[in-house]
């Protein structure tokens, strides 16, 4: 069973970055592929990117290409989600997710993953 907490959401201006944290407890993460899924108000879970476990695939929803950027260190037990060039519609709560059933990203972004974190939430304002 996993265990995951965000951190690294906040307020900030349009065009600014954030570098979105989740750290993983109750098992090694070298396992599992890795995900991050957003929810803005009004709106349903959007899928945003997708590491696999060996970090050889990656996808990205195509409102966030070019501007995310999700990465893993699996010796601190933590994934990343790098944010620039932030837009007022990139604003709701971002959730860190993994599974080890070993599907493609695309399912896992269309479909979501076994665990998850409780969420940070990003607003992008002026």
């Known amino acids: 069973q996993l265990h995951l907490v965000e951190s690294g959401g906040g307020l900030v201006q349009p065009g600014g970055s954030l570098r979105l944290s989740c750290t993983v407890s109750?098992?090694?993460?070298?396992?599992?592929?890795i995900g991050w899924f957003r929810q803005a108000p009004g709106k349903e879970r959007e899928g945003v990117s997708c590491?696999?476990?060996?970090?050889?695939?990656?996808a990205y929803a195509d409102s966030v290409k070019g501007r995310f950027t999700i990465s893993r260190n699996n010796a601190k037990n933590t994934m990343y989600l790098q944010i620039t060039s932030l837009k007022p519609e990139d604003t709701g709560v971002y959730y860190c997710?993994?599974?080890?059933?070993?599907?493609?990203?695309?399912?896992?972004?269309?479909?979501?993953?076994?665990?998850w974190g409780n969420g940070t939430l990003v607003t992008v304002s002026s």
């Open positions: 997710a993994a599974d080890r059933w070993g599907s493609s990203c695309h399912f896992y972004l269309n479909y979501g993953m076994d665990y």
């Open positions: 109750g098992n090694t993460l070298d396992y599992y592929a």
């Open positions: 590491m696999q476990s060996s970090g050889g695939e990656t």
